[in-house]
């Protein structure tokens, strides 16, 4: 009898144990078809690796941006005596400015214009005022109320003074303290990589000419009207979306602990990078600092920034190399100088080049990439803003 309840109390286990055994191989049968599942998914969803516009990457602030911050400058305040003019005088001032209007400032055409649509292949991108005098005033009595207005302006401005007596456009911020000026001219970008113009900019501005005007008693001009200037921006806003768009490769580690701190910037310098402010490792076009940037190195997580305070310590699992097309000359032969960097450091930190959709980058990834840029430099070229000129610096 105890033998019989013994083999009974055995086979209830064996079964027992038979019935888990086959749960759990369906268990593992049905998360291997989930991930099947998942991964005809992703390979549906899956794209060629492509150009990122930037403004995609407003929508993810994990991703570094190359937008400086804006310097604000000190009030200040100008002692120049008022100075009224009649009709007389002002027809007269007028006609004297008329002898310089066919100067450029700078390269910029102050003559009125009518344009308000913008062409790629005529981008005026700045709004112009025109202040003729024939009073001399000095530099920095101008300077002096420039400057209490100009802290609110965040696109690029500037003011020009037609110099006394040489008669020559120049820039009064860069002026020694001696300099003086009989005509001004001052300007305000309409758009670029951060979006048209506001109204309240541009009115801000178009106060600041009043009120230079006012204190000096000259009259005025403008460009274009207000509202063409606001409709100026706009288009350049569009041209500039055409065109803004970045080259990027992520590394990420193959297995085991992060990129280490120190191995990242013994490398990163090694292949002639160096650090910038804002905690990013930049590839300059030639050895000084100050030259042209080609493309940077951040972390790929958080504000892309690397601890550089601590990089004993620091370690990350991913990085990106990437690029401004648009404000970079040569951009085709550029993108390729950082594919072969990214292959050493790919190399030296045994980690994986990725694409956008974090898969391998192949060969031919890389080429459909390198055709973009091409296509893109081609349409810049076209569109008479050539990639890294000083036209699409201003821009982008």
Same mark, same amino acid.
């Given at each position: 009898?105890?033998?019989?309840?013994?083999?009974?109390?055995?086979?209830?286990?064996?079964?027992?144990?038979?019935i888990?055994?086959?749960?759990?191989? %369906?268990?593992?049968?049905?998360?291997?078809?989930?991930q099947?599942?998942?991964?005809?998914?992703?390979?549906?969803?899956?794209?060629?690796?492509?150009?990122?516009?930037?403004?995609?990457?407003?929508?993810?602030?994990?991703?570094?941006?190359?937008?400086?911050?804006?310097?604000?400058?000190?009030?200040?305040?100008?002692?120049?005596?008022?100075?009224?003019?009649?009709?007389?005088?002002?027809?007269?001032?007028? %006609?004297?400015?008329?002898?310089?209007?066919?100067?450029?400032?700078?390269g910029?055409?102050?003559r009125?214009?009518?344009?308000?649509?913008?062409h790629?292949?005529?981008?005026?991108?700045?709004?112009?005022?025109?202040?003729?005098?024939?009073?001399?005033?000095?530099?920095?009595?101008?300077?002096?109320?420039?400057?209490?207005?100009?802290?609110?302006?965040?696109?690029?401005?500037?003011i020009?003074?037609?110099?006394?007596?040489?008669?020559?456009?120049?820039?009064?911020? *860069?002026?020694?303290?001696? @300099?003086r000026?009989?005509?001004?001219?001052?300007t305000? #970008?309409?758009?670029?990589?951060?979006?048209?113009?506001?109204?309240?900019? /541009?009115?801000?501005?178009?106060?600041?000419?009043? %009120?230079f @005007?006012?204190?000096?008693?000259?009259?005025?001009?403008?460009?274009?009207?207000?509202?063409?200037?606001?409709?100026?921006?706009?288009?350049?806003?569009?041209?500039?979306?055409?065109?803004? =768009?970045?080259?990027?490769?992520?590394?990420l580690? %193959? #297995?085991g602990?992060?990129?280490?701190?120190?191995?990242?910037?013994?490398?990163?310098?090694?292949?002639?990078?160096?650090?910038?402010?804002?905690?990013?490792? #930049?590839?300059?076009?030639?050895?000084?600092?100050? =030259?042209?940037?080609?493309?940077?190195?951040?972390? /790929?997580?958080?504000?892309?920034?690397?601890?550089?305070?601590d990089?004993?310590?620091?370690s990350?699992?991913?990085?990106?190399?990437?690029?401004?097309?648009? @404000?970079?000359?040569?951009?085709?032969?550029?993108?390729?100088?950082?594919?072969?960097?990214?292959?050493?450091?790919?190399?030296?930190?045994?980690g994986k080049?990725?694409?956008?959709?974090?898969?391998?980058?192949?060969?031919?990834? /890389?080429?459909?990439?390198?055709q #973009?840029?091409?296509?893109?430099?081609?349409d810049?070229?076209?569109? *008479?803003?050539?990639?890294?000129?000083? /036209? @699409?610096?201003?821009?982008?």
């Open positions: 009898m105890i033998e019989l309840r013994t083999a009974l109390i055995l086979a209830g286990i064996v079964l027992f144990i038979v888990v055994i086959v749960s759990y191989d %369906r268990y593992r049968l049905g998360r291997i078809r989930k099947e599942s998942r991964m005809h998914e992703s390979d549906a969803d899956w794209q060629d690796p492509v150009l990122v516009r930037r403004e995609e990457l407003d929508r993810d602030p994990a991703l570094p941006t190359e937008l400086g911050d804006t310097i604000l400058s000190p009030e200040q305040e100008s002692n120049e005596p008022s100075i009224r003019l009649d009709a007389n005088e002002f027809d007269e001032e007028l %006609r004297d400015a008329q002898e310089v209007a066919h100067t450029p400032i700078h910029i055409d102050i009125v214009t009518n344009k308000s649509k913008v790629e292949d005529d981008l005026d991108i700045d709004f112009v005022a025109r202040i003729p005098g024939k009073n001399v005033i000095k530099r920095d009595t101008a300077l002096g109320l420039y400057r209490q207005f100009e802290y609110e302006l965040h696109k690029q401005h500037r020009y003074g037609l110099s006394h007596p040489s008669k020559v456009w120049v820039d009064l911020e *860069r002026e020694p303290e001696s @300099a000026f009989t005509h001004f001219g001052m305000l #970008q309409l758009a670029d990589r951060s979006g048209p113009v506001t109204e309240s900019e /541009l009115n801000h501005f178009c106060q600041m000419v009043l %009120r @005007a006012e204190v000096f008693g000259r009259r005025f001009s403008f460009s274009v009207a207000f509202e063409e200037a606001l409709e100026r921006a706009k288009a350049i806003d569009e041209v500039c979306k055409k065109f803004d =768009s970045l080259a990027i490769l992520n590394i580690v %193959r #297995q602990r992060g990129f280490k701190g120190v191995d990242i910037d013994k490398n990163a310098r090694d292949l002639g990078m160096d650090l910038n402010q804002r905690n990013f490792y #930049q590839m300059h076009r030639a050895s000084n600092v100050g =030259s042209p940037i080609l493309f940077s190195l951040a972390n /790929l997580f958080g504000n892309g920034e690397f601890d550089t305070a990089m004993e310590d620091f990350t699992d991913g990085l990106t190399l990437f690029m401004n097309i648009p @404000a970079t000359s040569r951009p085709a032969e550029t993108f390729e100088q950082m594919v072969a960097s990214a292959k050493t450091l790919c190399n030296r930190l045994n080049l990725v694409d956008q959709n974090r898969k391998t980058m192949t060969d031919q990834g /890389l080429e459909k990439i390198s #973009q840029i091409r296509k893109l430099e081609r810049m070229e076209n569109a *008479r803003i050539p990639p890294g000129g000083e /036209l @699409a610096s201003r821009l982008f």
